[in-house]
């Protein structure tokens, strides 16, 4: 049919699409309907095996009529939800099976990994201009500028979500008066690396209650696919499940703030049957030096590093001497931030079953400068 006439190439295609149609739909069609179709379907493939034009386009224009009273009428609506339909389940399949976004959220993997970062401005420093915290909230940056206009008391704050994903609070004032402000409530209510804003607390007139901005935390793809094919690495960036892991963010915290989550991301630093050792500022893994560029930079204490550390609050590796083996089927995980991460010096390891996948490649905030391959 290559070399065919157009009449012949567009009959075969009518055809095969309406015989495929009637297939579909043959169980809710009358007989006699079904028998009409097959009658046109028919009429039309003899007349292609004819070659004769005028008679193929007669069947052809026959058919079409028949059809017309058969199919469904078109429709916009569902036709756009086909398509948003089959695209969804392509993006659940590969965030299944290949890519996962994932938004660091603690402080634990910094400056390797920023997490949420809360930066306040002091009174005589000036806000931003309109323009410019516009454009950079849209990079990234939540900004606050909130005055309490009279003596007031805060009587509560209200987390909320927006669409589900932006996260801002609503404070409630004992005036009955609410402020709603783009900060999640634990930033804002931090007295450690927030605002410090709580129930209970009065403000004067006048008096600044939150000034300043949240810098969002990275955004990366977890790649989940390599750990199909390869077992995790030392010095890898992965991330697991917390589900399982006895006492797991229980009574610790990162910068003054609870951590238990579903999901953390910390660096591989023991698979099993590795011996580890920390003597400050240096990691050992079975008596040498940890090697490769992770552990390399975190150990040099440059550059917002401040290398391994000794922990006494820790359950594990509290002293220079301590040493910890880990055994079959587990990882030892460590926070590139050791001195503000709770990780596996605190609850131990982390099974291979909770392995999600490496840490991939940053894609946002454009702000935190980490854009790029996770090393």
Not at 206 to 223: P, T
Not at 334 to 339: I, K, V
Request: glycine share 10%; charged share 25%; aromatic share 12%.
């Amino acid at each position: 049919m290559f070399f065919a006439p157009r009449y012949l190439k567009h009959a075969k295609a009518l055809a095969k699409d309406a015989a495929s149609h009637l297939h579909r739909r043959r169980d809710i069609l009358p007989a006699e309907t079904s028998a009409d179709l097959e009658a046109g379907i028919e009429k039309l493939r003899e007349a292609m095996a004819a070659k004769d034009q005028a008679a193929v386009e007669a069947a052809a224009e026959a058919l079409d009529k028949k059809f017309e009273h058969v199919l469904p009428p078109h429709n916009s609506w569902r036709d756009w939800t086909e398509t948003i339909v089959a695209s969804i389940a392509v993006v659940v399949a590969f965030r299944a099976y290949f890519l996962q976004p994932f938004q660091i959220p603690t402080g634990s993997m910094q400056p390797t990994l920023n997490g949420l970062i809360v930066h306040n401005l002091s009174a005589p420093e000036p806000m931003p201009g309109p323009l410019r915290r516009w454009t950079e909230e849209l990079l990234g940056r939540s900004y606050v500028d909130l005055v309490s206009p009279g003596e007031d008391k805060v009587a509560g704050l209200r987390p909320r979500k927006l669409f589900g994903i932006f996260e801002f609070t609503t404070i409630v004032w004992d005036s009955g008066r609410t402020d709603s402000v783009g900060i999640p409530i634990k930033q804002l209510m931090s007295s450690v690396d927030g605002f410090g804003v709580a129930s209970g607390k009065s403000y004067r007139a006048g008096q600044v209650v939150a000034r300043g901005y949240v810098q969002k935390g990275d955004y990366v793809f977890v790649d989940k696919m390599t750990y199909h094919f390869r077992l995790p690495r030392r010095g890898d960036v992965f991330v697991f499940r917390t589900e399982g892991i006895a006492g797991i963010g229980v009574g610790q915290s990162e910068a003054g703030q609870p951590v238990k989550g579903d999901y953390y991301i910390k660096r591989l630093a023991g698979v099993p049957g590795t011996e580890l050792r920390i003597e400050a500022p240096r990691l050992f893994l079975d008596g040498a030096v940890a090697q490769g560029l992770g552990f390399e930079q975190v150990m040099r204490a440059e550059d917002g590093y401040r290398g391994y550390g000794n922990l006494r609050e820790a359950r594990y590796l509290r002293t220079s001497s301590q040493t910890f083996k880990v055994p079959p089927g587990n990882y030892f995980a460590l926070g590139d931030n050791s001195y503000s991460s709770s990780d596996s010096r605190f609850w131990g390891t982390v099974p291979e079953d909770n392995v999600v996948g490496r840490g991939y490649f940053v894609y946002w905030p454009p702000l935190n400068g980490h854009i790029g391959w996770i090393r």
